[in-house]
């Protein structure tokens, strides 16, 4: 019995230990991760707004996880708004950087930030998170050529062709061979955000610094 509570005591003891020395190290190391999760977060805004000295939050979170309202009959009931910032430059918004969560991708779930200027213009895409065919839908991680036809765009909406035609206008979009699906999950993810960046530009929104939209 003695040598049951000795082992006990013992164990206890390393338990204990144990947990001190993780809340030590924890508390030491939360702060880099932090910094550098946050520097992480600033290169990517930074790739797809390069305009931008620096970004911001919104002053009102209400753009983010609520329903996307288009002007047409564009069902985004599987597309997210999952963090918007601002770029800005001399405490002015110059565009915005929106993370979208496409649902409907052949794969499951694709998740990307894009930038877009005060005047609409698309300016660049970076995926984050896509899981799809490996040498079709993956190609729009893998090859460019997709996702640069929607830079230096100002739309209302991308329309995705499959005839080849999508250097006809800037608005259309070539979706990739074999990779319908894709190239509509994306396509559409992408108008959730022009949609989104339309409705910030018209509500005149500001950030947590206090920059607004000249």
């Given at each position: 019995m003695k040598k049951i509570i000795k082992d006990a005591l013992i164990l206890f003891a390393i338990t204990l230990v144990s947990g001190v020395i993780l809340g030590i190290v924890y508390d030491m190391t939360k702060e880099p991760i932090a910094a550098q999760e946050l520097k992480t977060k600033q290169e990517a805004y930074?790739?797809?707004?390069p305009d931008a000295e620096k970004f911001e939050s919104l002053k009102d979170d209400k753009y983010t996880n609520?329903?996307?309202q288009a002007s047409d009959d564009t069902d985004f009931s599987k597309d997210?708004?999952?963090?918007?910032?601002?770029?800005v430059k001399n405490n002015k918004i110059v565009g915005f950087v929106i993370t979208v969560t496409a649902?409907?991708?052949?794969?499951g779930k694709i998740t990307f930030t894009c930038g877009l200027d005060k005047d609409g213009k698309y300016v660049d895409t970076s995926i984050l998170s896509i899981n799809e065919t490996a040498g079709l839908g993956m190609?729009?991680?893998?090859?460019?050529s997709f996702l640069n036809q929607f830079k230096g765009v100002t739309t209302d909406k991308f329309n995705l062709v499959k005839d080849g035609t999508g250097t006809s206008a800037d608005d259309k979009i070539d979706a990739i061979g074999g990779s319908t699906i894709t190239s509509k999950a994306m396509t559409k993810g992408i108008n959730a955000a022009v949609v989104t960046a339309k409705k910030l530009v018209s509500d005149k929104v500001t950030t947590e610094g206090g920059a607004t939209i000249e």
């Open positions: 930074q790739k797809v707004l609520q329903s996307i997210a708004i999952t963090e918007i910032v601002a770029g649902a409907d991708g052949y794969g190609r729009v991680k893998s090859d460019p």
